[in-house]
């Protein structure tokens, strides 16, 4: 079998580095402007409004900063942990019709140790901008401020258990992948199946530990933010977000190779099984969405429906607009748009479909916190912006980086044969 | 009425593949190909166009979809109002799994049965069994020998020369 490599040219790279610049420079403009209170004056009528009862702090530019981080963070980090999912799921399965494809969701997984690194500084910097339960005076029983539903928590949310907590997964991640990797790229160069079927062991392997900590790190990183709150669903609801998303990342980054000329044995039938993961994984995650949804609405519980209240008309009506956007771009468009066979085999509108996804998750992911920490306060502009492209760059350098180490056809694997003839 | 039928008996599935396009290439109609089991790729071989039968899903599951909200809005809304749980008697998010339901239920059976009558398919159908080794090891290539047709040794040829193991006639009743 033929052995394609992937040149990313100075021009691409050049466009990353610009993707970053820009983004550096909206950040840089986005902090200047919150810093010397630009656009602060409707604050100041809003709490002459309010009589000054309640003191109204508005946020704070670094706090602003920081959540943004997170949330990019957490979003691409995600992407990167599903790239390593996807193919473990696919060797557990014995796939044999995404071995041309496999190396693209393989190499998502190199951004896992930036994603790593990012979130412990962030955390340790910021945590107390993002996380409501690391403030000290909330366990303590003498403060006013004293919390008692915050401090039965403590034995699961307290610094140094998070802090370890977050340390294991991503060692456990990078562990998993490294391995993989490895697996894979000795495979291209020894061939035989042995490699083969330690991959399925190891990928087992993975799919437990994943289990296990893609709910948790969704409690830990997204959850645990409303830390009042609490929803059963809320695990799957994060890993149903990841899951499309990367889905839609996979797809879209085989249809852009696909473009460039690479990829050269893939055709429709690949395609069209993407577009059907694309298509079934929005509807999961809708059906996700509503099951949470219904119930805390139906029994309309006071510390369960504030959630929703928040993001429902609280903050008057700030988060509304972002509620049923996320269902339309998420579930209607998706829906409508791939159900039929012709439209999951055409690039043009899987393209379509699965930009809309990687917009609409970032934007789930959005209203997942940011009234928790921004409040009333949450903006769009250009600190948003600005930091979605610098993770978005950086996120594309190392995957195309890590995509270009090894074939992008893993030409010993046993399946390949099969995936060429693939069809559907 | 009698119908008459060569038949090619092939046991090579790519063989039978390239038969059949190389015997439709020759202008021969091909009446039905019997196999132990779905073959890849053979529908476009046979020239056979897609189903619509899609199509007519999305019009069931529309209508399901459309019955169910008419249904639960009148009925709760109009028909005999009351209140459950404190909510608005129209509570959307409350209809959705009954209408996601009855979208299903709409749609699958919908599907069904117009499967069923587009292809004729009804308890008193008799369909002809050919040559039963089709229904084991073998694929069975019937074309129906018009009236009037008399050169059947050319059919024969023909078949045998895009590799059948063997030839046979057969007539069924209609």
Known sequence: MTEERLIISRKTNNKFFLMIAIGVVLLIVGIVAMALG???DHHAVDAAAHGGAVAHEPATWTKRLYINLWLNNVYFTGI???????????????????????????ALGYYLPIGGAVMLIVFLLGGHDIFHWTHDYLYDINNPKYDPIIAGKKSYLNFGFFLVRMVVYFGLWILFFNWLRRNSVAEDLQGGTSYYHKSIR????FLVVFGVTSSMSAWDWVLSIDTHWFSTMFGWYVFASWWVSGLAAITLAVIILKQNGYLKM????????????????????TYIWFSQFMLYWYANMPEEVIYFTERLGGYEGKYLGIFF???????????????????????IMLKLVTIAILFGHWLDFYLMMMPGTMRGDAGFGFIEVGTALVFLGVFLLTFTKGLAKASLVPVNHPFLEESIHHHV | MNKKFVLGIYDDEDVLLTAIENVRAAGTKIYEVFSPFPIHGIDDVLGIKRSRLPIAAFFFGLFGCSFALWMQIWMLGFDWPMIIGGKPHIALPAFIPVTFELTVLFAAHGMVITFFIVTKLKPSTKVPVFDKRSTDDKFVMAIEVKDGVTDIAALNNLLRTNGAIEVNQKEVLK
Request: aromatic share 18%.
């Open chain 1, 38 to 40: 630009w656009g602060e």
């Open chain 1, 80 to 106: 990167a942990l599903i790239g390593v999912f996807f193919v473990t799921v696919q060797y557990v399965a014995y796939a044999g019709w995404s071995v041309l494809i496999k190396r693209i969701p393989e």
């Open chain 1, 202 to 205: 190891i990928s087992a392997m």
């Open chain 1, 266 to 285: 893939v055709n429709a039938n690949h395609l069209h099984d993407l577009g059907k993961f694309c298509f079934a994984f929005s509807i999961f995650w």
């Open chain 1, 325 to 347: 956007a996320n269902l339309i771009i998420n579930f209607a468009f998706p829906f409508l748009v791939l159900m039929t066979r012709d439209a999951k085999r055409q690039m």
